[in-house]
């Protein structure tokens, strides 16, 4: 299989690897959500080619992830927006900052992230949407997928 028929893979991470697998494409996004907008500053924040740029820019807007808004008529200029499909993201990108700034052995600096309501830093964290108890990897047990609960 190649990667770019990851999306016929009926697994949710392999459908999100469709979408948002690629190197560029989380750096992109990284930048979105810190407030860039414009062509150029994805181009000079990421380092990579325009025409890298250019393909993930739309590949995103294609995948309903941002938007691809005009705010120049003469000639014409674009932006482009998170959409809410894209800042749903945004807890999936803080729990893997926090996973790199943790888990890896070369100390990253992270820009810090502050909740807006108390303006404490803090460090993200997964809970039960049913209990609200703190979810780590020994209290989560996996159902077996439909195609595998048969074999042994």
């Known amino acids: 299989m190649r990667w770019s028929q990851i999306d016929a893979i009926p697994c949710p991470l392999a459908q999100a690897m469709s979408v948002i697998g690629d190197s560029w494409t989380l750096l992109i996004l990284r930048d979105a959500m810190r407030g860039a907008r ?3 500053e994805f181009q000079q ?19 309903g992830v941002m938007e691809r808004v ?22 999936v990108m803080m729990t893997m900052a926090h996973w790199a700034e943790t888990h890896l052995p070369k100390p990253v600096r992270s820009a810090g992230r502050r909740h807006t309501t108390c303006g404490h830093k803090f460090r993200p964290v997964v809970t039960c949407s049913e209990c609200g108890e703190t979810v780590t990897p020994e209290t989560v047990t996996f159902d077996r997928p439909p195609a595998l609960a048969g074999s042994k």
């Open 70 to 91: 005009q705010y120049e008529a003469h000639p014409p200029r674009y932006e482009y927006r998170l959409t809410n499909r894209g800042l749903a993201l945004q807890p």
């Open 45 to 63: 924040s990421t380092r990579a080619s325009r025409a890298v740029i250019s393909a993930r820019l739309a590949h995103l807007v294609e995948r």
């Open 38 to 40: 414009k062509f150029d």
